[in-house]
């Protein structure tokens, strides 16, 4: 398909993609902040029961990732997105029918916390496959940078929105706005006229054991993809880790009401903004591999900011740290899933994105269970120190293989 005038911008069915997936974004963003802020405010939760939440949510990469890459690899995805969407929509709408009856408990918000987490996991998966059968290649990093731009702009909305809502009319009733945002996606992707070619399909199809084992095995072997997965991994750590006990500690400790606490939360991911809007531009200035090692420099240290915020003006240092860190997650992720979605043969990119996910996602889980017990034991500020110092340590991994001597990714395997 050749290039439109206009760009992406007069593309009608990557406009129905990013209308419905930047109202589902704000949605996400909105739940992220309102499920803990429901469980401290509503359920009284602990810091630790407050991060086993955070950790539900993720859990599911670990327990169905990679089966669901090989699904995804072997069906339309359309289809299987519109579905994850329609079944997030009826489990966020549970949380406010549950507390109307008086019956909410923290068991059904880590029940609704897990089943929505596994239909992120397929509904993600296939959104990366995805996107090379909507737009020519040459488009797919436009695209990539446009829907992250949108995303980092939603985390910013998110927050603050939540909090607005929880002050407003309580918690409970900001995650009834992400049931309606998953609709609204749902009827996007229904509108979408572009038809997605079956995926091929031949006589003696291997089994999905198979099939796993063939996406993880090329991940392992490739030099590129390899790195960047255990770099992945190792900084979702630190992330996951202080972002866990956040609320925690900015209610608790600090002493914010939960409005505040949202707004804080959102302008702690300008950067990120900026970052997804700038990378396609950077990436073709600097090289694309040099681009990567910029933005890990930007995420690792700048994140020792973050464990000087406090009460007053030392807030700031939260909105600065963060500010940092979520401009270079964003450079990153863009530069890293355009590399992969034109690198990878287009038949394994399922199974390629979910094997590099499977660390990348899988350890969110366990860092949010490991923020939680240091928070009981150290406090959340302890906590919050711990994790952003093994972040401020992450980007040295990118240092170990062949990234260093590039200066662009390269464009096929060897």
């Known amino acids: 398909m050749p290039p439109r005038r206009g760009g992406l911008i007069r593309h009608r069915d990557f406009r129905l993609l990013w209308a419905g997936q930047t109202v589902s974004a704000i949605g996400s963003n909105v739940t992220a902040v309102a499920l803990p802020l429901a469980a401290v405010a509503v359920l009284d939760a602990t810091t630790f029961q407050v991060a086993v939440l955070t950790a539900a949510a993720w859990l599911p990469w670990l327990l169905a990732g990679l089966p669901a890459g090989a699904w995804v690899d072997r069906v339309r995805r359309r289809p299987m997105m519109i579905a994850c969407d329609l079944v997030s929509a009826a489990l966020f709408l549970s949380v406010p029918v549950a507390a109307l009856l008086g019956v909410l408990t923290i068991g059904q918000l880590l029940v609704v916390a897990l089943g929505a987490g596994l239909a992120r996991v397929f509904f993600e998966t296939a959104d990366q496959v995805y996107l090379p059968t909507l737009l020519p290649p040459e488009q797919v990093s436009e695209g990539n940078a446009k829907l992250h731009v949108t995303q980092t702009a939603a985390y910013l909305v998110g927050p603050g929105l939540a909090g607005l809502i929880a002050q407003l009319v ?201 923020a939680g017990a240091l928070g009981a034991a150290w406090g959340p500020a302890g906590a919050i120190r711990a994790m952003t110092a093994w972040l401020a340590l992450t980007p040295l991994m990118l240092l170990v293989g062949p990234l260093r001597r590039r200066r662009d990714l390269p464009a096929s395997p060897a």
Request: net charge positive.
């Open 170 to 370: 309580g918690a409970v009733a900001a995650v009834l706005l992400d049931a309606v945002t998953f609709l609204v996606s749902a009827v996007c992707l229904g509108r979408i006229r572009a038809v997605e070619p079956r995926p091929a399909r031949s006589d003696g199809r291997p089994s999905l054991a198979r099939e796993v084992a063939d996406g993880l095995r090329f991940v392992v072997r490739d030099p590129y993809l390899r790195v960047l997965t255990l770099f992945g991994a190792a900084s979702n750590i630190g992330l996951t880790g202080y972002q866990a006990v956040l609320v925690v500690f900015l209610i608790r400790s600090a002493g914010l009401p939960a409005g505040l606490v949202g707004l804080l939360i959102g302008l702690a991911s300008v950067g990120g903004i900026v970052g997804a809007s700038l990378a396609t531009v950077l990436a073709r200035r600097l090289g694309s591999a040099r681009a990567l090692l910029a933005a890990a420099a930007a995420t690792g240290p700048p994140a020792l900011l973050i464990p000087l915020a406090g009460s007053g003006l030392r807030v700031l240092w939260l909105v600065l740290g963060g500010a940092l860190v979520s401009l270079g997650v964003a450079v990153g992720n863009v530069v890293k899933g355009s590399f992969r979605q034109t690198y990878t043969p287009h038949a394994l990119l399922g199974r390629v994105t979910v094997s590099m996910q499977l660390l990348n996602y899988g350890t969110i889980p366990l860092a949010a269970v490991l």
